[in-house]
């Protein structure tokens, strides 16, 4: 009933930037905590960054001063700058959130996108 669909994802070489979004879709009454994850080839998942309704803002150290999380609340939508990209930032990047829903019963429930893949290679 609700969705998730990312977009931005690409092949990039070191040094360069990409803006990934998220949009949020449904009969959605309220969304909480967004967030973007990322999972590397042969690695688990791991969180990137996440934004309350409220602005604020939890980052992993590895990404503190390259990657900016940023929301509309008004639009749904969540959006993730990465600069200065390194051959270690690829990955598949999934867009998550808590969403209260229709069809939720009254909870917040975790929502997961299909996720975008960023490849960072010269």
């Known amino acids: 009933q609700v969705q998730l669909v990312e977009s931005g994802g690409g092949l990039v070489q070191p040094g360069e930037s990409l803006r990934l979004s998220c949009a949020a879709s449904?009969?959605?009454?309220?969304?909480?905590?967004m967030g973007w994850y990322r999972q590397a080839p042969g690695k688990e998942r791991e969180l990137v960054a996440s934004?309350?309704?409220?602005?604020?803002?939890n980052d992993a150290d590895s990404v503190k001063g390259r990657f900016t999380i940023s929301r509309d609340n008004a639009k749904n939508t969540v959006a993730l700058q990465i600069n200065n990209l390194r051959p270690a930032d690829t990955a598949v990047y999934y867009c998550?959130?808590?969403?209260?829903?229709?069809?939720?019963?009254?909870?917040?429930?975790?929502?997961w996108g299909q996720g975008t893949l960023v490849t960072v290679s010269s």
């Open positions: 998550n959130a808590q969403i209260l829903y229709s069809g939720s019963n009254g909870r917040y429930l975790e929502v």
């Open positions: 449904g009969n959605i009454f309220s969304i909480n905590t």
């Open positions: 934004i309350t309704r409220g602005g604020s803002i």
